[in-house]
């Protein structure tokens, strides 16, 4: 996996296939794995690369780094600079979305198409168990080790999938290692504070800025995001095309990644 430096923090991807490039951004404590069933697909006509976020994967989780929104949208725009992307399609899931929609609205000369997926767009009423839970360094020392770190991440992949069978033990196994060093566990407990202290209603007004064409895919049965995120954001942007997906929880690439290709 080639690496990266972006604002002085090393940064990991994922680089693979030929053709206009897409950059695929993945979600909250997840990272270019996430990808591992589309980029097999896409790299076949598109030159694909999937970045592990700061704080998350390989990438590097620096104490007392700067993990908001506007951090990230600053290092994806980087990211481009330096491995050279001019005009890239961005797709984003979950928190990635949310920086993918940052990125089209401030950076519109370097996003040609935005492909949202299950965006966390918005500030739920109620956040997840799982970034209220990761927020509490005490807790997070505590907890995320051993047979209770396990039991979390399960919970947590049953809360993102519909169906449950598709949720392996090595997924787990892939899932649970961040927790499983000081690191690790740091850097998801900085990014979960950050989206905590956030003030989302300042950067959603940049969402009316965002030209490019913007394919919206939402599996159905999220039971992280309500439906109802969905209908606020084909409200704020114009240029929009919504494909829903049956039977498809928070995770539409990882539960139906030929659809999500297609």
Known sequence: MPEVILNGIKAYYEESGE???????????????????VVPILSKDFH?????????????????????????VDWVKEF?????IEHASLVGHSLGGRIGLLVAASCPEKVKNLILINPAAYRPQKQPFFIKFSRNRLISKLVMRGVLARHYVKKALKKAYFNH?????????????????????????SVARAIHNENTNNTILYYKDVICPVLLIWGENDEIFPIGMLNRLKNEINNIEVNLIPECGHVPQEEKPEIVCK
Do not use: Q
Request: with cysteine.
């Open 19 to 37: 053709g206009e490039p897409i950059c695929l951004l993945h979600g909250f404590s997840a990272s270019s794995y996430a990808w591992r069933k």
């Open 48 to 72: 694909v690369y999937a970045l592990d976020l700061k704080g998350f994967g390989k990438s590097d989780k620096t104490e007392n780094g700067d993990y908001s929104i506007w951090a990230f």
């Open 80 to 84: 481009f600079e330096k491995v050279g």
């Open 165 to 189: 069978s598709l949720i392996t033990e090595e997924e787990v196994d892939r899932y649970l290692e961040p927790l499983c060093s000081p690191a690790g566990r740091r850097g998801i407990t």
